[in-house]
């Protein structure tokens, strides 16, 4: 019993300390998800002998100017509206559309992210690499929602995953470091119980999101 108030004692500090999140928003990319649409486009036409069908062309062009003013929507700050479109967007998606509905769960994860809802980024993040396991974005935003929930060690385990699939990629090994920073310092202040350890851990979380947010 000690030992799980403990660990709900140091996951509910993180939480806390990774709520208090400075202001700016980071940019959406929205240009995973034009790199989609120019793969589907290019795969329907080798199905179409050279041409893409013309209704799938039409599906294609809604779900493409739905997604993009779901990104010009998060951009201005209209979360709610952007979340709508997405929303309207995954309705369009067929069962073959997965790498299509994963960049657009893992802009939804950015935008509850940014709403400090972190029980719904961590659901549509999941939902991203369920879709697309080979989604690195999917798993950095599961990691960094995680993190944000207090959920050190599966948020360290999806940043593994991120560097799993793609070794170089500096963002998720930035991340995974100071997840594993931040684990460390919970871990010391676990054993130590000095009080002054809960300070250095909120700043080390405020760090984390002063780094990463805006990128």
């Given amino acids: 019993t000690t030992t799980t108030t403990t660990a709900l ?26 790199n989609v649409f120019d ?9 179409g002998s050279g041409r893409c069908p013309k209704k799938q062309r039409g599906r294609l062009e809604v779900l493409r100017r739905l997604d993009l003013d779901g990104t010009r929507l998060a951009e201005d700050g209209k979360m709610d509206l952007a979340l709508g479109r997405w929303n309207q967007a995954l309705q369009l998606c067929t069962e073959e559309d997965t790498k299509l509905k994963a960049a657009i769960h893992e802009q939804r994860s950015q935008v509850f992210l940014e709403l400090n809802q972190t029980f719904n980024a961590i659901v549509e993040a999941e ?29 360290i385990s999806s940043f593994q995953r991120a560097l799993k699939a793609d070794p170089s ?30 300070v250095d851990s909120s700043v ?3 760090a984390w999101r002063a ?5």
């Fill in 127 to 155: 939902n991203a690499t369920k879709c697309d396991p080979t989604n690195i974005h999917g798993f950095i935003s599961l990691g960094r929602a995680q993190l944000n929930h207090g959920e050190l060690g599966m948020a």
């Fill in 204 to 206: 080390d979380v405020l």
């Fill in 9 to 34: 004692s140091a996951s509910s500090s993180a939480a806390a300390a990774s709520r208090k999140r400075r202001g700016g928003r980071r940019v959406l990319p929205a240009a995973s998800s034009a």
């Fill in 39 to 47: 793969a589907l486009a290019a795969d329907l036409k080798q199905k």
């Fill in 211 to 215: 780094q990463n947010w805006n990128k």
């Fill in 169 to 198: 990629n500096s963002t998720a090994r930035a991340d995974l470091e100071e997840a594993k920073m931040i684990m460390r310092r919970l871990r010391k202040q676990e054993q130590t119980k000095d009080s002054s350890a809960n």
